[in-house]
């Protein structure tokens, strides 16, 4: 059976937590879009770690994780972070990297850079990992997949090829130093080295597995808000955050993906530039930034200050929506036990108009939230393993989202750790 990891809003759900926990009973973890651009933070025996590339089902060892092909694969990043990982105890992962995964080229940073540096005030807010310009050369057919490196005359071939366009725009677009197809080889020569041992056919390897009975887990990055068809565009990523991408960026079956967990988080964040309806400012803003997550809102890749903003059911319905969520896992709960009231967004004003369904961009960049407030819990619910438990406002507070979003909430989070967890039904 595979499991889908997900999230409903922005990115920063929580979702490397919760992966974390559901990977004890998988066999396999498959992270299957997305690439170093992001972080999961994970907190667990271990230590705390953050991870942007390896799968986050490193942590045990009976789990293989594995590197889909419609991953965005930063050769250099993911074995720094795999050795970051065995150097602090963690037992060698079992690694597979799919040989149809495409590779982050050094060019495609350089160029996130310069095309950044190019754009000023009116950029994307691109993390420059390299990942818009990744994603538009495998869709102009001029990527390289892992498997292209073990073919070095028809690797050199093809490399002087795309060296001779990106070297147009360098010249006469950004001004900058070209690129030297004998410095590329090199480095991909490197690369060979580095990933030699991993490699292999991913959708067979997974296709085997299922029929064997094994337990697939497909971890998403980002949230459905930022994906490029469904998300808000411009500000979105480039590669498909939502739960039946997993069955292209892993190759499998998607009628095998029975279950999709997504993530969503308590209170919203996001990061980046685009309409965040909900956002708050100030000092309302700076306290829950400095209380949320687990020691503040900053990006696990960037360290940026992540943009707040009070729950949006609106974003949410439809972040679960189009995740084809059959489990909400809500997290980051406790971190709202300071206020004495909390207030929800249930609805868009659009010129006049109050609507529950999440609009387009432009409509979206017009809309006011229509705030609804509910009464605050006061208190610390860290270490609650019960969900009557739980005070009666916050169950509350749960329960009052999940009439808004129409999806059940079936986990609740109530602590960055493994065992901060309640389940519900
Ligand atoms: P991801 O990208 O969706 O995996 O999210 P991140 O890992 O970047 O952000 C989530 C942050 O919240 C991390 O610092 C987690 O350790 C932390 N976290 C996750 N769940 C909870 C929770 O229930 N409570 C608290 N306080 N922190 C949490």
Redesign the pocket.
Known sequence: MIKAVV?ANW???????ITDMLAEEADIIVRFQGGAN??????NDYGKFALHTLPSGVFYDHTTSIIGNGVALNIPVFFKEYQEVVDRGVPAPKIMISDRAQIVMPYHILFDQYEEERLGGKSFGSTKSGIAPFYSDKYAKIGFQVAELFDEDALREKVERVCETKNVLLEHLYHKPLLNPDDIMAELMKYKEMVAPYVGDVSLFLWNALKEGKEILLEG?LGSLKDPDHGIYPMVTSSSTLAAYGAIGAGVPPYEIKKIIT?CKAYSSAVGAGAFVSEIFGEEADELRRRG???GEYG?TTGRPRRMGWFDCVASKYGCRMQGTTDVAF?????LGYLDEIPVCTGYEIDGKVTTEFPTTGLLEKAKPVLEVLPGWKCDIRGIRKYEDLPENCRKYVEFVEKQIGFPITMV????GRN?IIYRK
């Open positions: 999230g990115g920063d759900e929580g979702k490397g937590k992001a972080g999961h933070t994970i907190v990055q993530v997550g687990d020691g696990a997290t980051v709960l406790d971190v989070s109530n602590g960055p901060d």
